[in-house]
């Protein structure tokens, strides 16, 4: 009995000898001379939490480290960085909204607030910058309105923004939640001629111009169907075509734009989620490949990223639908390079990372993470 202890004793102690050894055998090598990529982060983190942050990815692995508390700002629900990324703007996603300025300190490990802007409108969703990095444009989600600034100042500790014109939409649709206009995207077309706004209230794409300072009357650019509800749209530089992803209706619509008076015209329909999902989901972010070859859309309530290949004259082919493996993706990005796809699940606080093939598009699974509280944008600095 005493023998047969010992004997227990000693194989316990050589397996987890042995266990060791090969979990230090598992753990892939860190490079010190690997280059890390940045990401930035916004998030709905609670008050008087740190909301803006950066993480690092390592290209080889896809391990995700780094965690660094950038700032803290109410509600930083979406970004926009400079060219040279040196400023970054953050919406103040707020009943009384504003926007928040950024300035980089300290090698990129904090952000200096250089200024500050309030009552800006509603619960502003979404914000951009103008191609010629002149220019910034804000979406007001509850009070329906878009606002336009002049950057002054920028990449110095004085950025600061100056209004110069705004458009009030008017209206309402057919779906109980589009008692009012919407809006929630708003940016220019690639070639700055146009800016487009999307208002999820009237199942609207709205186009206008500037003359000088001044904003022109605006125009339906594109109506969608009723309750569709248009949530966020990106240009495909490279094929001259656009794609609506439609919050309410989970629809996913190509269209094409003429390049005179910025109109867009339907080329294809179709459904976001796969016909054997019957669950309550709602689209959220649609992004590009870095080659342009291929779209992905988030998906909140399946929790699952779609992916198309773009084919003939910008139409959709669809080839996977793959778990983020969080819960509710409100935003994500694909990394410069092509190989990874770092997903922000806000309810399960957490930034999850898949791999990507850039030759087929598919996606696969990484046990790469990190904790973040509510995390609502991310991009790649």
Known sequence: MHFSKKLRSASYLLLAILSGLLSACDKTPVNPETKMSEFIVGSYAKENEPSIYRIQLDPQSGALSGLTTLANTVNPSYLALSADNQTIFAVNETEKGGVSVFNWQDKHNALSLASK?????????????SPDGTMLTVANYSSGDIRLFKIE?????????????????????AHERQEAPHMHWVD??????????????????KVYELD???????KVAFKLQAGDGPRHMIFSVKQGFAYIVNELSNALVVVQQDSSTGELTEVQRLSALTEEFTGESYVSAVKLSPAEDFLYVANRGSNS???????????????????????WPRDFV?????????????????ITVLKRDNKSGLLSSTDSKIAISQPTYISQL
């Open 334 to 350: 694909i990394s410069n390079d092509g190989e990874f796809l770092l997903v922000a699940n806000q309810l399960s606080s957490e």
């Open 153 to 173: 100042g920028i990449s110095s500790q004085e950025t600061s923004l100056r209004e110069f014109a705004r458009h009030q939409s008017q209206g309402q649709g």
């Open 212 to 218: 000088g300072e001044a904003l022109l009357r605006a």
């Open 117 to 129: 802007l309030s009552d800006l409108g509603d619960n502003p969703c979404h914000i951009s910058i």
């Open 305 to 327: 990223i779609s992916v198309f290949a773009i084919v003939a004259k910008g139409k959709l082919e669809f080839l996977q639908d793959y778990t983020t493996a969080g819960n």
């Open 188 to 205: 220019w077309s690639p070639d700055g001629k146009f800016i487009y706004s999307v208002d999820l209230g009237l199942d609207e794409v």
